[in-house]
């Protein structure tokens, strides 16, 4: 199991944007999908962006558009841009395999979306 780290948060205005990033203790170049999730508080923590190991990519409808997730197999790195947040988009953000690995979850990285 890689162990992975979030970084990038922050708090922003509405409008503007982050770039997120995740680091892999390991390499992430056999795994076929990674994704970025999000939990808001008081809500259950849902996927919102997802990568192939051959760079197809999928998005949740509420951010589709605005977030771009991407991967650098040989760097072990994942990323997501987040343009035109919303204060909606607020929560704590974590990377992980799709479907998620239980012993991967890192601490997530806060965004706050707010003027």
């Known amino acids: 199991q890689v162990q992975l780290v979030e970084s990038g948060g922050g708090l922003v205005q509405p409008g503007g944007s982050l770039r997120l990033s995740c680091a892999a203790s390991?390499?992430?170049?056999?795994?076929?999908?990674m994704g970025w999730y999000r939990q808001a508080p008081g809500k259950q923590r849902e996927l919102v962006a997802a990568?192939?190991?051959?760079?197809?990519?999928n998005y949740a409808i509420s951010v589709k558009g605005r977030f771009t997730i991407s991967r650098d197999n040989a760097k072990n790195t994942v990323t997501l841009q987040m343009n035109s947040l919303k204060p909606e988009d607020t929560a704590v953000y974590y990377c992980?395999?799709?479907?998620?690995?239980?012993?991967?979850w890192g601490q997530g990285t806060q965004v706050t979306v707010s003027s």
């Open positions: 992980n395999t799709v479907p998620f690995s239980l012993r991967s």
């Open positions: 390991g390499s992430i170049f056999s795994i076929n999908v």
């Open positions: 990568i192939t190991s051959g760079g197809s990519t």
